[in-house]
């Protein structure tokens, strides 16, 4: 599996190239048809150089969709850790749920031996119940309350600040597939959403929310 590594705002050192070397075979065990792991490390800095961080993007490129990770950390090698971690989670996730999707096909299905429709829970109806309810032998109800098909349900959370990759492991904990949060770096409310291959995404506010201790107050 061939490698290539970019540093953005960062040199990449011969250590670091070794550990990427050492982790792709550790990649290459699980994902075997991958063709080449592209591995981006940037460094950035955060209120006026005061706070930085270096981010490690992985993305592995093969027969089918791609597979991406991302980890925040102040080291470069323990991001490169995380980073790691997920993507071979994310991998063993997708392979579980192709084996299972080959074992236990979902949605409705045509049984070709009895002209059944399997996977679905819908019955039709008989003919002679059919023409029961044509004819008013069954009378029918008519229902004149207003109805919507739409349910709308509202929640109210107190604001969490927190960063991206931590509001990415709330989401995972709770089994939701997007989580609200204001981020610690920006002061922006944003929320993460998990994307199609096991990507995620970030949608942010350009408006700044309250310090947390006028919430407090």
Do not use: C
Not at 45 to 68: A, K, M, N, Q
Not at 80 to 97: C, N
Not at 146 to 170: G, L, Q
Not at 200 to 215: D, F, K
């Amino acid at each position: 599996m061939e490698t290539n590594i970019v540093g953005v705002g960062v040199g990449i050192s011969d250590r670091f190239r070794a550990v990427v070397e050492e982790k792709t075979a550790r990649i290459a065990t699980i994902a075997t048809k991958a063709q080449s792991l592209d591995v981006k490390v940037t460094h950035r800095s955060y209120r006026g150089g005061h706070v930085e961080d270096e981010t490690v993007e992985l993305t592995l490129i093969g027969r089918g969709p791609l597979v991406r990770a991302e980890a925040r950390d102040a080291d470069k090698f323990v991001a490169l850790d995380l980073a790691v971690d997920k993507l071979i989670e994310q991998v063993r996730r997708a392979k579980e749920r192709r084996i299972d999707g080959r074992h236990h096909p979902r949605g409705a299905r045509f049984e070709k031996g009895t002209g059944e429709l399997a996977g679905i829970d819908v019955h039709p109806v008989s003919a002679d119940t059919l023409h029961a309810v044509s004819t008013g032998a069954i009378p029918t109800l008519e229902i004149e309350e207003e109805y919507s098909p739409v349910v709308i349900r509202t929640k109210n959370f107190d604001a969490e600040w927190m960063t991206v990759e931590e509001a990415v492991d709330r989401m995972e904990l709770v089994g939701h597939d997007f989580f609200l949060f204001v981020d610690a770096r920006s002061d922006h409310p944003s929320v993460v959403y998990r994307r199609k291959g096991w990507d995620y995404g970030v949608i942010s506010l350009t408006t700044q929310a309250a310090p947390a201790e006028e919430l407090v107050s």
